[in-house]
């Protein structure tokens, strides 16, 4: 009994880590840009998770959100929690000072 027991518990594990490796990250439809000194990065369908930072010695930057996604937006490079200002809604266009830093929420 013990061993029937011990190959069940077995089995288990291996099923939930194979359902574990078969997810993945929620990510956002659509693209997201940043634009700073003239130049535009493109980030299309943004995982949850993307920190995208501004270059603090480059000007202002404008983030523009055409995903179906938020993120947060900070006023440091990082997207460190201690910074968080507000969102970047969907559609929305925000022109920041250098430095600033958003966080994909989805």
Sequence with gaps: MR????SLGAMAAVGM????LTTSAQAATGT???TQAGQTTTYT???QGLCVSSDPAKGDVTFINRT????WTYSRPGCD???QVDYL???QRLTL?????ILMLQ
Aim: charged fraction near 15%; glycine fraction near 14%.
């Design 81 to 83: 929690r201690a910074y």
């Design 3 to 6: 061993k029937i027991l011990m």
């Design 17 to 20: 880590l194979s359902v574990g």
């Design 68 to 71: 179906n996604g938020l993120a």
């Design 45 to 47: 369908d943004p995982k």
């Design 89 to 91: 809604r969907v559609g």
């Design 32 to 34: 997201l840009y940043m």
């Design 97 to 101: 000072p250098a430095g600033w830093s």
